[in-house]
Each structure stands twice: as C-alpha cells, then as structure tokens.
C-alpha cells in the first residue's frame, strides 16, 4: 500500500505569496491532518479534516486555511507569505477509528 | 490540554551502546507514537503504544499509561540510529509532540 504522498517537496517563495500545498493520504484513510515544525517551536498541529470537514484547528492566523476533497486528499493553503513561515509542513493519515497516524516525506517552504 | 515531555534533549552514543529514552505526558491520553525523524524530514513510524510493551528488533517501547510516561529503548545502537526521537499524545483529534530527543551514535 503506498503511503503517505506531499507535493511539491521543496518550494521557495517571497513574502507577500501565497502557497498551495497537497497531501494524498494512504489509501481508505479518511482523516487528514497538517503539522508545521520549525526549529524554534517545533512540531505543532494545523489542523485535521474527516469526511471533508475541518474537525479541529490549531492556534494559527487566518492566513492559513485548508481543504479536503472527496477522495480525501488534502490542500492546505497559506496566503501572505511571511517569513516565519518559513517550515517543514508534514500531512498525516489515519483510519476512522483508529488513532494511529501516518506521516508524508513533508513539503519544504522556503520564504525569502 | 495535553502537555508532553521528553528527557534527555540530547544523547551521544558510541556504537554498540544501549539508550532509554523518556516520554512523560500530563493527562491520560488514547494514543501514544513513537516516531524517528530521518535527514530528510519524515517521520517514521516506530510504536503505536497507548500501554504495555512492544518489541520491534533492536527497538522495544513500554508505556505505564497509569503513570503517563513512556520508554524508549535502543539497544546495539547503530549510527543508523541517529536522528530525533519524537514521542506524540493524542490530544482532541491531534497530535501532540514533545520536543524530541537528539541522538547521536558514533563509530
């Protein structure tokens, strides 16, 4: 079963940008979830989508926003590019029922 | 919400050596993760154990779900090992990380 997949895996943007991320989850995987980790604050939750709908959200701006589609896959959108938000962005999967979770290879932002 | 400790931030290891890495979390929790971050940035599954003991090779994880912590071991260290060790809690449909134990193994 493939896993977890994130494109693109490396992007450099200017401030003032805006970004589109994507994450396929593992195949039946019905929940999605995004992580934003940086050296200073470490790993620390988006948000999650199940069935399409954004479950719960993290302590983030507006600036950053989400999406899930019907087949599951997931975007997450950051627009205003600032600096800071310069980070490894990782999606993970998981069943319904189960908590176990499942992370991608991450998507690499680069903000100059 | 959640809180999740991890001890030491650091460790460095000759090859061959064993190493006990700690994860305590404040409140009881349904899921418990033990990831290793490789170079590139993935997070790799090692144990989902919400409570007792798992063995995967060289790794083995005990969590005392009643205490709220959990244990790492590596065993026969390889400099494969190297990387950080992230222990997770599931909080409200989320994840929550510590802040990861460093290691380093040497030959």
């Known amino acids: 079963k493939a896993g977890v997949t994130q494109t693109p895996r490396y992007l450099i943007k200017t401030r003032g940008q805006q970004v589109t991320l994507s994450c396929s989850p593992i195949s039946g995987h019905r929940s999605v979830s995004w992580y934003q980790q940086t050296p200073g604050q470490g790993l620390q939750f988006l948000f999650e989508y199940f069935s399409e709908t954004q479950r719960n959200k993290g302590n983030f701006p507006g600036r950053f926003s989400g999406r899930q589609f019907s087949n599951s896959r997931s975007e997450m959108n950051v627009s205003t590019l600032e600096l800071g938000d310069s980070a490894l962005y990782l999606c993970?999967?998981?069943?319904?029922?189960?908590?176990?979770?499942?992370f991608g290879p991450g998507t690499r932002l680069t903000v100059t | 919400g959640i809180q999740v400790e991890q001890s030491p931030p650091d460790l460095i290891l000759q090859e061959g050596a064993n190493s006990t890495l700690r994860c305590n979390f404040s409140?009881?929790?349904?899921?418990l993760q033990w990831f290793h971050q490789n170079p590139w940035g993935q997070l790799i599954n090692l144990f989902y154990?919400?409570?007792g003991t798992k063995q995967n090779g060289r790794l083995s994880a005990t969590t005392v779900a009643t205490e709220r912590y959990s244990l790492l071991y590596i065993s026969s260290s390889q400099t494969t090992d190297s990387g950080v060790y992230f222990c997770?809690?599931?909080?409200?449909?989320?994840?929550?990380f510590g802040t990861g134990t460093r290691l380093l193994v040497s030959p």
């Open positions: 993970a999967s998981g069943q319904p029922g189960d908590y176990e979770q499942y």
């Open positions: 997770a809690a599931t909080g409200f449909q989320k994840l929550v």
């Open positions: 409140d009881s929790v349904n899921n």
């Open positions: 154990i919400p409570s």
